[in-house]
Structure formats: structure tokens, C-alpha cells
């Protein structure tokens, strides 16, 4: 692992999670931002509270994804610069070779899930546009809820993600916690005392005055190693495809 990701921990977190403010440059954002908007309509899944890109393809069944490079202006610059981070060097195949891109209007989120056993467990989230709250919450402590999980419990954690930043979760907080954004317009309340990674975060100074931002479109890509990957001689197996 390398010294910048060790430096990137954030500390009060189980293990593990890292935080790196300005991953990519504001050009790099953009342009990323335009290939994200340039695809073809079909390739956007429309869920009830947000929209879903799928790359290179969606898993099959048995969560097996076939064989097929990310598209370049997904790989690079991110994956080379997520390699040199050390992060992925334990994975089965030392990178990332599945992306979930995630758009989310003012007043949409995610229910608090987990990621779960198809990938290694580690996720590199490059966020864009605007800021997010991720809610971190312990799996354990939901179960004993005799209510639905998430909705209406107060995370155990919660991280701000600023535009343009890395966030890496892997280890236990992958397998024992789960994560969500909550369906707002406004993320409220926010201090050293309440967001997780506060000292890590780049701009400290755009919370500290309002305590709270106004929510804007934001998309995240989510990068991932699928365990089992089939190659293209298989393919009969995935026609019936998963996500
Ligand atoms: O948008 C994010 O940061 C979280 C996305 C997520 O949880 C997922 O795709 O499973």
C-alpha cells in the first residue's frame, strides 16, 4: 500500500476506508462528465430514485461478468492512478474490471445495502459534480431493529464526499456495514463532530460557514473487481443478464 493511500485512512472508521480530496482535476471531471452524458439512452437503467450505467456490461446470474475491457475514458486516468495507490494489489485481477455509474438528482439516494460476495471487497468511488453524504451504517445493529432497516435509524457514520475525490471502502466496513444516501435536497448538520473524514476533506472551509449544502445532480463511478469473470466463448450463459 502505498504511503498517499496510508495517509488517506480515515481513522475513526472501522477498517478501512481512505478519503483523497482532488483525485482527478477539474478537466479530468469534465470531460469525464461528458462521456457519462455522450452514451446512447439505452444505456441508462432508470431506477424509481436514480439512473444506472452498467460498464462494460451487467452480471449474469451466477454474478459472472464476461469478459470485456472497460472503455478508455473509464480507464484512464482513474485505474493507473488507482494501481499506483496499491489499492487493488490484492484483488484477484490487481484492477478494476467493472464500473456502476450512478446519477442522483436533488431528493434521490440509495437504501443502505451492501455490495456484496460478487466482487473482492473493495469499491473506489469517484464522485462528480457536487457533494454527497454516504451513510455508514453497522449491519449488526440494524438486525436486532425489529423495524426495516436503514430508513428510519441514524447511520453510524457518515462521510462527505466532495466532487472530484476518491473514496476506498474494503475490509470489514465492506463485509459488516452498509451504506446509503438518504433521499434529501439538502444534507444539513455538517462539522467536524459529524462527518467522519472532516480532516481529510479539501475544502473545509465551504462547510464550516453554512454547515450544509443544497444538494445537485451528483454522479459516482463506482469501481469494482468482479470475482468470477467467464470469456467470450461462454457467452450463451449471459444472456439472461442480472444488473
Ligand atoms: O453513489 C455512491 O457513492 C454509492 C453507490 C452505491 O452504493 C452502489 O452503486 O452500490
Known sequence: MSEQLQAARIPSLPDTAYYIPNFITPEEEERLIQKVYAVPRPRWTQLSRRRLQTWPSALSKTDTLLDAPLPSWLERPVVPRLQALGCFAA?????????????????QGIMPHEDGPAYYPIVATVSLRAPIVLDIYEKRRLDNQPSSPGRDSEPNFRILQEPRSLLITTDRLYTDYLHGIAERTTDEDLSSDTICNWDLLGDREEYMQAKSYTR???VSLTYRDVLKVAKVGNSIKFLSAKR
Open 91 to 107: 484483488a484477484p485481477h490487481r484492477a478494476p474490471n467493472h464500473v456502476l455509474i450512478n446519477e442522483y438528482e436533488p431528493g
Open 216 to 218: 445537485q445532480t451528483r
